[in-house]
């Protein structure tokens, strides 16, 4: 069965710090890959998409960066965080198209100070 | 600007009674709808989805009505329980998934 894996599940982290956050899919190959972010008083707002290694498109302007190193890795990474990095992050990953049988993880809680 | 508007921020039912939660989308080229539904520190999970081919979709106690010329989406849940009690996410699909900002479902006994 396909299981995906995100941690840490909480993070507090000094403003200027940097950050790196990974997920892990297992029991699929070639996922499409997606980081997710829910600031406070906002909706799920898409980040970053993956269809492949190396491959990686950026939905909206930000501090943040992402990279496909293997098949099933997606990291969500910054060099400098702001107070506005500040949310609830989720990875997913679904295989049939942009829309259709996705499957998140547990997300993580960063809170920049 | 908000494609996908869930106005209620939260929402009060008693047990037993029909919880209505409802969903405005701006994109008429949006072609597919889902629920998402999602319990603290946990990842959002998948509830029910309609296409636009259809004006309701229902699969046991969850119905999912979609009016296009309003376009206006709502899920219903009856009876509501307990265990509903989430974060209740509406999104919408052109090209991949646009999200609301959720509606906080607190199932009252």
């Known amino acids: 069965s396909q299981t995906i894996h995100q941690w840490p599940a909480t993070l507090v982290q000094p403003v200027g710090s940097p950050l790196s956050l990974e997920c892990t899919v297992e029991g699929t190959s070639n996922p499409n890959l997606y980081w997710y972010r829910q600031a406070a008083g906002r909706g799920l707002q898409l980040l970053f998409y993956?269809?492949?290694?190396?491959?990686i498109s950026s939905e909206v302007p930000q501090n943040l960066s992402a990279s496909r190193p293997q098949d099933r890795q997606f990291i969500l990474s910054s060099k400098k965080l702001l107070l506005s990095d500040s949310g609830f992050y989720l990875c997913?990953?679904?295989?049939?198209?942009?829309?259709?049988?996705?499957?998140f993880g547990s997300g993580t809680r960063l809170t920049v100070v | 600007d908000q494609q996908v508007k869930q106005n209620s921020p939260s929402l009060s039912v008693q047990e037993g009674r029909i919880s209505i939660l409802n969903c405005d989308y701006t994109n008429s080229m949006f072609d597919y709808f889902l629920w998402y539904k999602k319990y603290p520190a946990e990842g959002p999970t998948f509830l029910i989805s309609i296409s636009s081919i259809k004006d309701k979709n229902e699969d046991g106690r969850f119905t999912v009505f979609l009016n296009k010329s309003a376009k206006h989406l709502s899920l219903h849940i009856v009876p509501s329980q307990p265990g509903d009690s989430a974060v209740y996410f509406c999104a919408s699909c052109a090209d991949g998934l646009t999200f609301g900002k959720g509606t906080h479902l607190i199932i009252q006994p």
């Open positions: 993956s269809v492949g290694i190396g491959q």
């Open positions: 997913a990953w679904n295989s049939d198209g942009r829309c259709y049988g996705y499957t």
